[in-house]
């Protein structure tokens, strides 16, 4: 599911299909941001092994290489 597919979802779910809605878009897509950052923090992130997020620049004879700023750890 897509996030253009969660919110529609959500306003056929709470019925509010009827503009003027009663939910504005900014809060709509501010609550589904927090339910997907505290899903992210309840489970201490979500698997990822395909993005772009996961691929670390190493440079020869450099100690550490700088990690994407989305990554929790290393599994």
Known sequence: M?????????????????????????EVWRYMNDAYSMLVRLTQGIPDADSEATEVQIVANDAHGELHPSILRIM
């Open 2 to 26: 897509t996030s253009d597919e969660l919110y529609e979802a959500f306003r056929e779910d709470i019925v509010d299909v009827a503009k003027p809605y009663l939910w504005s878009d900014a």
